[in-house]
T-cell receptor
Framework: GENVEQHPSTLSVQEGDSAVIKCTYS??????FPWYKQELGKRPQLIID???NVGEKKDQRIAVTLNKTAKHFSLHITETQPEDSAVYFC???????????WGAGTKLIIKP | DADVTQTPRNRITKTGKRIMLECSQT?????MYWYRQDPGLGLRLIYY???????NKGEISDGYSVSRQAQAKFSLSLESAIPNQTALYFC???????????FGSGTRLTVV
């Protein structure tokens, strides 16, 4: 079946450095790729998304890039801050009904 | 603000009991989902519904059932709760090609 692989499962970076999380998807028809942030004990919340007709999207310190040929997309966080510590999930749409299939999540730890 | 509300927020129940988790939304979305999240793990889809007359099994539907009472309400039932159903349960909503899913605050269920 279709799947999304997410790496790494845990990422520890020094405050102020950049963090990159990568996802690979299997369905070549996928055309919507959101990223969610889940803080400890909270609900997942959408932080940025990208559609297949765009190669890159930025929102302040967060950016997402998409390589349709290679079927992978990445989340980039620059100038990391303590409040960036959370679990991040990627997802990709599947099928004509735009359901999402989820990556397993990346725990991002920001070291002071 | 339009939102997704889950009740109860926390519940402890005994093995063998039937329990219902409820989800209501004011976002006007057609699609509703139930996910399960175990500690340190990702989101696993239990059931989903694209409208009031539509119910679909997800990847882990065994031991669960759902009811879509209205566009705004989607309930998850555990027919006979067992300890390995102890988890954090999230309801989510979306609309066709909307910008991602909106999650409820979650229900933390403990089966003893």
């Amino acid at each position: 079946g279709e799947n999304v692989e997410q790496h790494p499962s845990t990422l520890s970076v020094q405050e102020g450095d950049s963090a990159v999380i990568k996802c690979t998807y299997s369905d070549s028809a996928s055309n919507y790729f959101p990223w969610y942030k889940q803080e400890l004990g909270k609900r997942p919340q959408l932080i940025i998304d990208i559609r297949s007709n765009v190669g890159e999207k930025k929102d302040q310190r967060i950016a997402v890039t998409l390589n349709k040929t290679a079927k992978h997309f990445s989340l980039h966080i620059t100038e990391t801050q303590p409040e960036d510590s959370a679990v991040y999930f990627c997802a990709a749409s599947i099928g004509s009904n735009y359901q999402l299939i989820w990556g397993a999540g990346t725990k991002l730890i920001i070291k002071p | 603000d339009a939102d997704v509300t889950q009740t109860p927020r926390n519940r402890i129940t005994k093995t063998g009991k039937r329990i219902m988790l409820e989800c209501s939304q004011t976002k006007g979305h057609d699609r509703m989902y139930w996910y399960r999240q175990d500690p340190g793990l990702g989101l696993r889809l239990i059931y989903y519904s694209f409208d009031v007359k539509d119910i679909n099994k997800g990847e882990i539907s065994d031991g669960y059932s759902v009811s879509r009472q209205a566009q705004a309400k989607f309930s998850l039932s555990l027919e006979s709760a067992i300890p390995n159903q102890t988890a954090l349960y999230f309801c989510a909503t979306s609309d066709f090609q909307t910008d991602g899913y909106t999650f409820g605050s979650g229900t933390r269920l403990t089966v003893v």
